[in-house]
Each structure stands twice: as C-alpha cells, then as structure tokens.
C-alpha cells in the first residue's frame, strides 16, 4: 500500500487543518489506519487510530481537538485539526496496518505558530 498525506502548511494557534491521506488502494479492508506525529528531537508518537471495526482512538492530549475518518469510497483518512496548539508543531505521518505488514506516508508538516 503507497500512502500520500496532504493538507500540512503554517496555521495560527487556535486554528485548524485538515490532513488527508490516500492510499493506492481500497482501505475497506485494511484493519488499521491512523495518524502519527514526531516533533524535533523527540520520538514518533501515535495521534488517532482507526480500525475496519469502527474502533477510534487518541492520543490523551488531543482528545476533544482532533477527529480522524474514513472515507472508503475515496480510499482517504482524514484527520481534522481544531483548536492548534503549538505543542501539535511535528511532522505528521499517516499509517496503515495491514496482514503484518506497517505502511507509512511521506510525512507533512504542520507548524502552529503566531
């Protein structure tokens, strides 16, 4: 599975964005996608998770904040980004789990900044 994230830029603190990542093929069956994020000089972190199942998980610090979807008719997960804080400045990384195998994105970078 190739992964493409999009939707990254420079917003204001309290903004929003929205992150899309489309995968090269149907992400029906795929048991997991999500989000990840790695800020400079600190490790990859897990943001949201989506499963097949309709399981949804956050990270504690943007529960309230973010919402990750599906979209299977376009093969997309999107992660929607309210209220920014600038501790959410990272790369973002999108993710899929599937038989085994762990699939990631290029990475886009969202800074949140005044």
């Known amino acids: 599975v190739q992964l493409q994230a999009s939707g990254g830029g420079l917003v204001q603190p309290g903004g929003s964005l929205r992150l899309s990542c489309t995968a090269s093929?149907?992400?029906?069956?795929?048991?997991?996608m999500g989000w990840y994020r790695q800020a400079p000089g600190t490790q990859r972190e897990l943001v949201a998770i989506?499963?097949?199942?309709?399981?949804?998980n956050y990270v504690d610090s943007v529960k309230g904040r973010f919402t990750i979807a599906r979209d299977n008719a376009k093969n997309t997960v999107l992660l929607q980004m309210n209220s920014l804080k600038t501790e959410d400045t990272a790369v973002y990384y999108c993710?899929?789990?599937?038989?085994?195998?762990?699939?990631w994105g290029q990475g886009t970078l969202v800074t949140v900044s005044s």
């Open positions: 093929r149907s992400i029906f069956s795929i048991n997991v």
């Open positions: 989506s499963t097949r199942w309709g399981d949804i």
């Open positions: 993710n899929a789990q599937d038989l085994g195998q762990n699939y």
